[in-house]
């Protein structure tokens, strides 16, 4: 069924953040079903594009910030979340 699939509409490549699928480090013997789920919460996730999106919409409004809120759901997505 390609349930990890990501339709083409929603597909933003992007050089800075690695693909979900890959390796990122330390877990070599990682179980399947692990690697099906967000290693962290969404809350403690993508900490970086997180900051620089909450800061852009204090200061400037969230229509203002639409640069920064798709980078963090890049970076969301790229950690297992489904944004």
Known sequence: MGS???????AV?????PAANE????????APAVDTKPK???CC???????LRDECIVEHGE?????????HKRCLRAEGFNV
Not at 13 to 17: C, D, L, Q, T
């Open 4 to 10: 990890t699939e990501v339709p083409p509409s929603m």
């Open 13 to 17: 490549p992007s050089p800075a953040i």
């Open 23 to 30: 390796g990122s480090g330390s877990a070599t013997a990682a």
């Open 40 to 42: 962290k919460k969404i």
């Open 45 to 51: 996730a993508c900490p970086d594009t997180k900051r």
């Open 63 to 71: 229509s203002a910030c639409t640069k920064w809120i798709e980078a």
